[in-house]
């Protein structure tokens, strides 16, 4: 009896759609082809016979494939992208805040240290835990059957809301300082921008990639494994 | 020729109808349909499973996984209450359809 479910993976080697999805798609026609062949075969067909006519009920692959694929692409992005970068983004966020609130509630001060006039602010032990942190977002984002590009971004999803944060503030304390008619020097905000650049996003940003790229390096390497057993 | 949207109405409504007997998974209902059709309506593959992803993302269909007891694992689709909603009107418009098909060809005939 043929390997009906390679010969499926085979002949839909080119649909583009996600590891999960695809598994699915695979499993299910391989079901219904075995099935097929099963029953030609009860009916007293000869292995041969029985497998040439449950290959022409299948029909045309490269049809099935663009059909396929279009209809499962016309599903809502929305959907996918929500348990794919804003769940695990949004996690790693809430547990970085969660993280760094409890290190501070611990006592744990933070580290400065002087680079070139500017007074740069590292919380040590929070740095330390932002790795796992990177690789919770990583692993659910994958797991939701994330992009390379997806599960990094939701990796370092703090920081890009940090940044995005940090961008949004300092034009309106500009606008609010001029409506009060103080004079804010520009090198000074640029400074505070450096070193909470660098404290608060550079550093952790970088610490959460080395989680995320860590667990993805893994998770993708077994999620390839067990794509190479099957087909 | 017939058309793709009558292909895909009449293929539509047979789906419907025979999960309206209860569930199925897709070679049960390719089979069920060219039974009950004395073999005038028969699925392959690319016409099936493109069809009944459609159906599911409509909400007409739900798929579930199931494992039989030979441990093979199978897709099980059954109709959702918007399936079964929408099966009377389809009914209603093919017996119109063909009803005055049946008319023209008779008055054609004539």
């Known amino acids: 009896m043929p390997d009906w ?5 085979r002949r839909l080697s080119g649909l583009a759609l996600d590891f999960t999805e695809k598994e699915e798609i695979h499993t299910e026609l391989a079901a219904h082809l075995e099935e097929s062949y099963e029953a030609l075969c009860t009916e007293g067909l000869p292995e041969q016979d029985a497998v040439q006519k449950t290959l022409a009920q299948a029909g045309d692959w490269k049809d099935l494939q663009r059909k396929i694929f279009s209809v499962k692409r016309r599903r809502q992005p929305m959907h996918k992208r929500v348990h794919q970068l804003w769940i695990p983004g949004l996690l790693a966020m809430a547990l970085s805040t969660a993280f760094l609130m409890t290190v501070q509630r611990l006592g744990f001060q933070p580290r400065m240290v002087s680079w070139k006039e500017a007074d740069i602010v590292f919380n040590v032990p929070w ?15 994958s797991r939701a059957g994330g992009t390379r590009g997806t599960v990094l971004l939701a990796s370092v999803f ?3 809301a940090l940044t995005a944060a940090f961008l949004l503030m300092f034009p309106i304390s500009w606008i609010i300082e001029r409506i009060m008619g103080s004079q804010g020097d520009f090198r000074n905000v640029a400074a505070v921008l450096l070193e909470d650049g660098i404290g608060w996003i550079l550093v952790p940003g970088a610490a959460l990639l080395a989680g995320g790229l860590f667990t993805h390096a893994l998770f993708g390497r077994r999620s390839s494994s ?4 099957i087909g | 020729m017939i058309g ?4 895909r109405g009449t293929a539509e409504l047979a789906i419907l109808s025979v999960l309206e007997e209860g569930p199925l998974h897709g ?3 390719a089979r069920r349909i060219e039974e009950q059709t004395k073999g005038a309506l028969r699925f392959t593959l690319a016409a099936l499973y493109p069809m009944l992803y459609r159906m599911e993302q409509r909400g007409w269909i739900r798929g579930a996984w199931e494992t039989s007891q030979s441990g093979r694992r199978k897709r099980c689709y059954r109709l959702t209450p918007a399936g079964k909603k929408k099966l009377s009107p389809l009914r209603k418009e093919w017996a119109e359809l063909f009803g005055a098909l049946k008319r023209l060809t008779k008055v054609a005939h004539a």
């Open chain 1, 5 to 9: 479910r390679k010969l499926v993976q």
């Open chain 1, 226 to 229: 067990r794509e190479t057993a």
């Open chain 1, 127 to 141: 740095l330390l835990l932002l790795p796992f942190i990177g690789a919770v977002g990583t692993y659910i984002s």
């Open chain 2, 4 to 7: 793709t949207g009558i292909k």
């Open chain 1, 158 to 160: 703090p920081v890009i």
């Open chain 2, 27 to 29: 070679y049960e209902m």
